[in-house]
């Protein structure tokens, strides 16, 4: 059963860093990219970043370009979105995903961990 579990966020102000874990579990994901989201209150869920399990190839959205980075540890079967220069607009929960690099549809998710950015 694939498991992915979000921890590390928190209330920061802006500003400020903070660094996310996704530990993943339950199948082997060489063959996966891995991707956080968000969803703010009210709005729609988004895509933040993603990672290529294999090759650690990056995507990143345009708002968070710059200031947000995902890496992998293939040897912990954890992925990470180190994220800076928080801004108050980057208030959301968090949450992890995992997608075969064959499928078009993220098809599992984690919780999601909130993160608060004070102004």
């Known amino acids: 059963q694939v498991q992915l579990v979000e921890s590390g966020g928190g209330l920061v102000q802006a500003g400020g860093s903070l660094r996310l874990s996704c530990a993943a579990s339950g199948r082997t994901f060489s063959n996966y990219r891995m991707g956080w989201f968000r969803q703010a209150p009210g709005k729609e869920r988004e895509f933040v970043a993603s990672?290529?399990?294999?090759?650690?190839?990056?995507l990143y959205a345009d708002s968070v370009k710059g200031r947000f980075t995902i890496s992998r540890d293939n040897a912990k079967n954890t992925a990470y979105l180190q994220m800076n220069s928080l801004k108050p607009e980057d208030t959301a929960v968090y949450y992890c995903?995992?997608?075969?690099?064959?499928?078009?549809?993220?098809?599992?998710w984690g919780r999601g961990t909130q993160v608060t950015v004070s102004s």
């Open positions: 995903a995992a997608r075969a690099v064959t499928s078009r549809d993220y098809n599992f």
């Open positions: 990672i290529s399990w294999i090759d650690g190839n990056p």
